[in-house]
């Protein structure tokens, strides 16, 4: 199959591409809040043909196009919320609400989304299959994915194949990270509650101090990773909350720790909150304290197929020679796309968005975040591309 029509039909759309991608910026809205998005998307759908559904999961959108012949129901994800962060920025399209802009890039990937509709919607009799796209609310750790899951939304138009993408600012564009296996790590929230007895500052030997407890269990946890995990496994544990005290003259009764776990398989996950927990424990022990551990899951590792990731890679080098095609990329973020790679076989696409000639380099989750909208109408051609060569059920 020819993929560079999309290519050549891509780059006719990258005005509004780039115009959609602009829009959500200015508007953005946070997890389960997206009212605006979702209705300008449905909208665009239904102008094009295809059914749609909205409201699941609050905000979250399906649309569903019929292929003019047989094939599978292929799926793409995007994500629609933005963050609770002051945009720093002298851009026209700089964002209109105070305290929130989109500083991840889903501004970008719901527009790269609109454009493959289009794309497929104007050659539907010709698409070998059907395409399910699926809107999702509040990826930035608000649980938006299993929300849609709970709420059937795969079980309208359950698919066969999976899609998602990312636009990554860590890499310029013209760099793809299409890596099988696990490519990002399933997240944990650890919380540590050490419990003492108060007092007074200058009379520490009548009470049972967990700040000295909290000082030495921090420590420790730094020491496994290093000294627990297999050398040739991958393992993040940070503590990013400390609180405690009141006054500089009062030991507190308690102290409350608050991390995140990353790992990629579930074996690191079990030595390493296993090792957590003992740590905690032993530590606030030795210094007459009880110690409280809490995990709470928030996503499991992300899995690319490996089949799927071929194809994939198949399809980016014909219609990419040029670019950097990385099959060794992984990154221990999270993200709730990997719920749904739990039930589908698909693929989860990084493409690099950073250009340091036009000063485009800031990281993800800052109030400077921007990326180079040229990858907007690239992305789009092979995301319509992969996802038509997956709906062909031969082999």
């Not at 796309?337 to 340091?356: D, H, I, K, T």
Request: charged content about 20%; aromatic content about 6%; some cysteine.
């Amino acid at each position: 199959m020819d993929f560079t029509a999309f290519l050549r039909q891509a780059n006719s759309l990258e005005d509004y591409l780039r115009r959609w991608r602009r829009d959500f910026h200015m508007h953005p809205e946070l997890g389960f809040q997206e009212h605006r998005s979702s209705e300008i998307i449905a909208a665009a759908l239904k102008g094009w043909g295809y059914e749609v559904r909205q409201g699941i999961a609050e905000t979250g959108v399906l649309g569903y196009l019929e292929g003019g012949q047989e094939g599978r129901t292929i799926m793409l994800r995007l994500d629609m919320d933005a963050l609770p962060i002051q945009e720093d920025s002298n851009v026209a399209y700089a964002s209109k609400h105070e305290g929130i802009m989109h500083a991840c890039g889903h501004d970008g990937h719901m527009a790269i989304g609109l454009g493959v509709a289009k794309l497929l919607a104007d050659s539907h009799d010709s698409i070998p299959g059907h395409l399910l796209l699926v809107f999702q609310p509040a990826e930035e750790g608000l649980g938006g994915a299993e929300r849609m899951l709970a709420e059937r939304a795969l079980q309208i138009w359950p698919p066969e194949r999976a899609l998602g993408l990312h636009l990554w600012n860590e890499k310029p564009v013209g760099w793809l990270g299409l890596t099988p296996g696990p490519v990002m790590a399933g997240a944990d929230r650890l919380e540590i509650i050490l419990q003492g007895q108060g007092g007074h500052a200058a009379m520490p030997h009548k009470t049972r101090d967990p700040i000295p407890a909290a000082a030495q269990v921090i420590a420790g946890l730094q020491s496994i990773v290093a000294r627990n995990v297999d050398p040739l496994a991958s393992a993040v544990l940070t503590i990013g909350v400390v609180q405690g005290g009141t006054a500089f003259n009062i030991i507190p009764e308690r102290v409350r720790l608050e991390g995140t776990v990353r790992t990629f398989d579930a074996q690191t996950r079990e030595v390493v909150l296993r090792r957590a927990r003992e740590m905690a424990l032993q530590q606030a022990e030795a210094f007459g304290c009880q110690a409280e551990i809490e995990v709470e899951p928030i996503t499991p590792p992300l899995v690319n197929d490996p089949e799927v990731t071929r194809l994939a890679t198949e399809i980016a080098r014909e219609l990419f020679p040029d670019w950097i095609l990385d099959p060794e990329f992984r990154v221990m973020g999270s993200e709730d796309m990997a719920f749904f790679l739990r039930e589908v076989p698909g693929v989860y696409l990084f493409l690099g968005s950073s250009n340091p000639e036009k000063g485009l380099v800031s990281s993800h989750h800052t109030p400077t975040f921007d990326f180079d909208e040229q990858v907007l109408p690239a992305a789009t051609a092979l995301v319509a591309s992969v996802a038509t060569a997956l709906m062909n059920p031969e082999p």
